[in-house]
């Protein structure tokens, strides 16, 4: 096992990412950002075409979003929600939750993915013990999943069993999510939609129906699932089966919220099966400052605070300066209608994705819902065949596109249980033209590692 270094100094003087291994190369230095592109310390130019890691919605340096977060910077960054409301903390509420709807009433404001997950699960915990059921606790979640990586959110996450911080997590009920791509022997991707939602309500009856607090889902797969999402009745059927048991179904929409689906919650596309409270976070901040949250139902709310009130926070929940970039984000969203670019050129991208395939004989999956996108890489098209587990395809895959101008964000999950994905998320304001540099400079990344590979004999 390769060495880590923890704090050790680089040779420009900063402090080297201690993630990685002792003599890894230097990744370089960002020096700015416009729109769909970023530039190093070098000048050279790159496409980010999966928004960093599925955040960048509007882009980077959106004048609108930084003149909103220098107006408020001059007026006061922080305070503490106990003491003073604020007027952006106030009007993001009003605008998040007209634009989320019905029954989604109350916003709470943190800093992040996993925060908004850790304080969804303990207001979840509230509102069973005001509703005189302090008897649920349990959490049922599905593998593969991602739902952050503090260790009370690790517990959700799909390969948590795998985890070298597992002996320190309180890991949830997990049961299979509905892969739409590669499914058991056995089964298409109805049948197995199916038996997954019957796994759900096996799951609560081998629990203890009354034990059980919620079922949390990511309603399309993120990092952990590249862009894979369930037919319709699934999510019908799921809601039917929370009902049924009193179990509150939250739907994890760190990645998918804020427009990047085409609507502006992904459970707007199946609004038989709306959950009881959802996560957000990455697109509502756009990368420009660190702003995550949940949403409820007053109904909810009321019961918690009849029962004592929900003082779970953290130092900087609902900050002013983070409130009104939000604002300006969702203000952008809407003003440059977004959503339905997103459906517009999401489509676009996939259809000339699907132009790839005949082709390029790794490229075995292309799969998403409005700019929520990926491709998942295969040995076989026809077996479907996983990439062999000893190639590195995420930093090869990385490194190929950087010499092209491209940054992808590439994912394996579980060791490869679940194959290879590469995340194709470009911000929301891509256009057609930006579609198609996008795929140009895609095709000649999987031509050269499908050579590669060739030659290395991992391919027939």
């Known amino acids: 096992m390769s060495e ?29 950002g416009e729109g769909m592109y970023v530039w190093d310390e070098q000048g050279n130019r790159y496409m980010d075409c999966t928004s960093g890691p599925v955040v960048v919605n509007l882009g980077h ?20 929600p106990t003491g003073f409301e604020s007027e952006a903390n106030t009007e993001l509420a009003n605008l998040l939750t007209a634009e989320a709807g019905e029954g989604f009433d109350r916003a709470f404001f943190v800093s992040s993915g996993s925060e908004a997950m850790e304080k969804c699960l303990e207001f979840s915990r509230l509102f069973a013990i005001s509703r005189g059921q302090s008897s649920r606790y349990k959490l ?25 911080m597992a002996p320190m997590l309180h890991p949830s009920i997990q049961i299979p999510a509905p892969l739409s791509y590669r499914q058991p022997a056995g089964y298409n991707r109805d049948s197995y939609a199916r038996r997954c939602a019957e796994c759900l309500e096996e799951a609560i009856l081998e629990a203890g129906p009354e034990t ?6 990511e309603p399309v797969m993120g990092l952990t699932g590249g862009a894979q999402y369930a037919p319709d009745f699934y999510y019908t059927r799921v809601r039917e089966i929370c009902d049924q048991y009193g179990v509150l179904l939250i739907y994890d929409e760190v990645i998918s919220g804020a427009g990047r689906t085409g609507r502006f919650l992904a459970s707007h596309w199946w609004p038989r099966g709306r959950p009881d409270l959802v996560t957000f976070a990455k697109g509502i901040g756009g990368g420009y400052y660190p702003l995550g949250g949940f949403l409820a139902p007053d109904a909810m709310v009321d019961a918690v605070v009849a029962a ?16 009104a970039v939000g604002l300006a984000v969702l203000q952008e969203l809407k003003e440059q209608d977004l959503m339905s670019r997103a459906l517009e050129q999401g489509e676009y991208l996939r259809k000339r994705l699907v132009s790839l395939q005949p082709s390029i004989s790794i490229l075995g999956d292309v799969r998403g819902i409005g700019q929520l996108n990926a491709i998942e890489l295969v040995s076989d098209q026809a077996t479907k065949a996983r990439m062999s587990t000893s190639l590195d395809v995420q930093e090869e895959i990385k490194r190929l596109g950087m010499k092209e101008g491209l940054l992808i964000y590439a994912r394996r999950t579980s060791f ?21 540099v996008l795929v140009e400079r895609l095709e000649k990344v999987l ?14």
């Open 447 to 460: 031509r050269t590692y499908q050579d590669d590979l060739a030659a290395r004999g991992f391919l027939d």
């Open 140 to 164: 049922i979640s599905r593998n593969p999943s991602y739902h952050g990586s503090s260790l009370g959110a690790m517990g959700l996450n799909g390969d948590s069993a795998n985890s070298p």
């Open 4 to 32: 880590r270094v923890i704090g050790e100094h680089s040779k420009g003087g900063g402090l080297q990412h201690f993630w990685m291994p002792k003599g890894s190369p230097q990744i370089p230095r960002i020096a700015r």
């Open 308 to 323: 004592g009130g929900f003082h779970l926070g953290h130092t900087y929940k609902a900050s002013p300066l983070a409130c």
């Open 212 to 217: 059980v607090l919620a079922y949390v889902m």
């Open 61 to 80: 340096s959106n004048p609108r979003v930084l003149e909103a977060m220098r107006r408020q910077a001059e007026k006061i960054c922080y305070s503490y």
């Open 416 to 436: 490869g249980e679940f194959g290879d994905w590469l995340m194709m998320t470009p911000p929301l304001i891509a256009t057609r033209e930006d579609i198609d």
